[in-house]
């Protein structure tokens, strides 16, 4: 029988920092929200492999494994992946970082480690094709492709302080019309921070996701919106320290949460494999690796009260919706330029894309998206767009410039994804969106902004997924 426990030791340090007992504190009443799925009882070789002893069989929700998404991704995905997101079409991400947090009431809280700057691109940085007003076709890139190149610097020191947790009936009012002009669609982000006037490009390769050193009430106020206020909850009766599954949320709701928990257990994997590691004398200098220490604090059943192989389940559930989402995407993708001006590596890029999209179409146990929102779902469906979109705008709220660059990028990617799935005239491991939904009743298009997202979110989980394994082997 599954249950539902309580996030009490999830910590986060680094990106979106969580002291111990604040967490404690803090997430206790989330508890509902938080669904855990069933683990069959594994006998573990030894403490330090405890992490990793119930990490297999088969994937809640989907018809796969852990052990083949693994040799799937890292044997086959990522070499080609880590490649394309080198290329200047990936790496150069344009948004604007600083729109203002919905809730913030007062500025008082800034992360003041050097670690949690990010760095603009300067005019000669970006490439030619993407600064100029240069399209193939008409519809070829958005607004964020033809508008302002942003501003001449950024502000170093943004202040994001406490967080007002009350939503005035004028805020939830404007979370729902965001995207009016948009409602055609299925956006699932609100996506005017890509397509601001005041967005500017950031290299994401130089400015890589990493251990930041961000903590305090901000981190704290930033995870307490989204799961206190925008995570779907069983109803009131059902709410317990143990939640059996079948009383808990139903498959939609479950999605929901098991998508940003695998995001957030992302954040974690790669903040714990990409650590300061202090120097041990003074003749050396401080270095970049994993910690095996701090990773296991954060995933350990018996560190985590058993929830830890279920959040990093989470993240292999939220690697194959993903997966999904580009294997249908794929007739769409396969007719984009790519363009950046560099001719040669245009081409390279282009081939390269088919390559990867021929190997993920290969995969043969795809997530099933047809499975969700089926009969009268309309209400629920909308909720679900609602709450991603405010997940969206919470990502503004972020008091670590670094850790909110990603931010964006993650929860962008994973909106697009989700857009992706419920798109073209029909759902499931066959159905596909091409360019000629652009002429359907309900258009769909992407913009370049939700490609290079797209692909660098699903980069972020199969990085994780590859750096889990390196955890595994240190662990022996």
């Not at 302080?161 to 009936?169: H, N």
């Not at 974690?268 to 095996?292: C, H, M, Q, R």
Request: glycine share 6%; aromatic share 10%.
């Amino acid at each position: 029988m599954g249950v539902c426990r309580s996030l009490k030791s999830f910590f986060f340090v680094g990106r979106f920092s969580l002291s111990p007992v604040v967490t404690q504190l803090s997430l206790l009443m989330s508890l509902s929200c938080l669904i855990c799925l069933h683990v069959p009882t594994v006998s573990c070789v030894s403490n330090a492999d405890s992490c990793f002893c119930k990490l297999q069989g088969e994937i809640d929700d989907c018809s796969c494994e852990i052990e083949s998404v693994d040799s799937f991704n890292n044997i086959k995905v990522i070499p080609l992946l880590d490649d394309l997101l080198q290329r200047d079409y990936f790496r150069y991400y344009k948004v604007n970082m600083f729109l203002p947090c919905p809730f913030a009431q007062a500025s008082t809280g800034q992360c003041g480690s050097r670690s949690c700057a990010v760095d603009e691109c300067k005019e000669d940085q970006i490439p030619a094709g993407l600064k100029k007003n240069h399209s193939h076709e008409k519809d070829k890139y958005s607004k964020e492709e033809n508008g302002k190149e942003g501003s001449d610097s950024c502000e170093e020191h943004r202040k994001l302080g406490q967080l007002d947790f009350t939503i005035s009936d004028e805020s939830r009012e404007a979370f729902e019309n965001w995207t009016e002009h948009d409602d055609r669609q299925d956006n699932f982000c609100e996506l005017s921070d890509i397509e601001s006037p005041d967005a500017v490009y950031y290299d994401l390769v130089l400015n890589p996701e990493r251990f930041t050193g961000y903590t305090g009430p901000s981190a704290v106020n930033v995870w307490k919106l989204i799961y206190d206020q925008n995570c779907f909850k069983p109803d009131q009766k059902d709410f317990g320290k143990y939640l059996p599954l079948e009383q808990g949320l139903c498959l939609e709701k479950r999605t929901f949460f098991r998508l940003i928990s695998g995001f957030h257990t992302s954040i974690n994997v790669d903040v714990t494999a990409n650590w300061l590691i202090p120097a041990k004398s003074a003749f050396e200098l401080p270095k970049w690796g994993p910690n095996l220490e701090e990773f296991q604090r954060r995933f350990d059943p018996e560190l985590t009260y058993g929830e830890g192989p279920n959040r990093l389940k989470n993240l292999y559930f939220a690697y194959l919706v993903e997966m999904r989402a580009l294997a249908k995407v794929a007739p769409y993708l396969e007719e984009e330029l790519f363009y950046t001006g560099n001719e040669k590596e245009d081409t390279e890029v282009k081939t390269r894309v088919k390559d990867l999209l021929d190997i993920i179409r290969s995969f043969p146990n795809h997530f099933d998206e047809s499975k969700l929102f089926q009969g009268d779902s309309v209400k629920l469906k909308e909720d679900f767009k609602i709450l991603f979109r405010n997940i969206s705008r919470i990502m503004d709220c972020v008091g670590c410039d670094k850790c909110r660059l990603w931010g964006k990028v993650q929860i962008t990617g994973m909106g697009t994804a989700l857009k992706i799935l419920f798109s073209g005239d029909s759902m499931g491991p066959l159905s596909t969106v091409t360019r000629e939904h652009r002429k359907s009743k309900v258009p769909f298009q992407l913009t370049r902004g939700e490609i290079v997202s797209l692909f660098n979110a699903f980069g972020r989980l199969s990085k994780s997924i590859h750096e889990i394994e390196a955890f595994r082997d240190m662990a022996r």
